[in-house]
């Protein structure tokens, strides 16, 4: 079945750092791709999605490029803030499937001043 | 304001109350989900709701009982329940199909005592 795979957490990074938390993905064919961001406390916001290959999403200066040949969806920003501490999922969208998201196990980020 | 509303925002509830957790979406989306979010565990998804028809259900003890009477409101009603059932409780709506991804509501903290 389809999946997600994303890197073990938890990532710790000084402010201005450049931030980057690896996807990938197993699906057939051309799935849609999303990131999610939860913040403490709170339920999981849509970060930014891509929905066909060589896509890319960004939002917030987070930025996420669809690549279909290495089934990748890393999520990279320049420089963080400690603002951006938070627990980030990866999730897919099967193509043609049925309405489930298929969600990664999350990143959780701290952003030290 | 997220367009979906989650309450109450927190619970706590002995192993014989009964109790109902309630969702509601203003966004026009046709499909209801409900997630159960544990400490170091992955989003566990519980219930699907497309057009008020359950689609999914992940082999969720009968203890939780889904409701959804329309569109725009899902329901989880929660009797006898065991400890290890404290969670995170995430509601989600979405389009038909889901092309833009989900979204989701703040979620209810359940403590079962």
């Known amino acids: 079945g389809d999946s997600v795979t994303q890197m073990e957490g938890p990532v710790t990074l000084s402010e201005e750092a450049f931030l980057t938390i690896n996807c990938t993905y197993t699906a057939t064919g051309y799935p849609s791709l999303f990131w999610y961001v939860q913040y403490p406390g709170e339920g999981l916001q849509l970060l930014l999605k891509a929905t066909k290959a060589d896509d890319k999403g960004s939002n917030k200066g987070f930025e996420a490029t669809y690549r279909k040949e290495t089934t990748s969806f890393h999520l990279e920003k320049g420089s963080v803030q400690v603002s951006d501490s938070a627990v980030y999922f990866c999730?897919?969208?099967?193509?043609?499937?049925?309405?489930?998201?298929?969600f990664g196990k999350g990143t959780k980020l701290t952003v030290n001043p | 304001e997220t367009g979906v509303t989650q309450t109450p925002r927190h619970l706590v509830m002995g192993m014989t109350n009964k109790k109902s957790l309630k969702c509601e979406q203003h966004l026009g989306h046709n499909a209801m989900y409900w997630y159960k979010q544990s400490a170091k565990k992955p989003l566990e998804l519980m219930f699907v709701?497309?057009?008020?028809?359950?689609?999914e259900n992940n082999s969720v003890p009968s203890r939780f009982s889904p409701e959804c009477p329309n569109s725009s409101h899902l329901f989880l009603h929660l009797h006898t329940l065991q400890p290890e059932d404290s969670a995170l409780y995430l509601c989600?709506?979405?389009?038909?199909?889901?092309?833009?991804?989900?979204?989701f509501g703040s979620g209810t903290r359940l403590t079962v005592v």
């Open positions: 999730a897919l969208r099967s193509q043609g499937g049925s309405e489930k998201l298929v």
């Open positions: 709701y497309n057009f008020k028809e359950q689609t």
């Open positions: 989600a709506s979405s389009q038909v199909p889901a092309n833009y991804g989900y979204t």
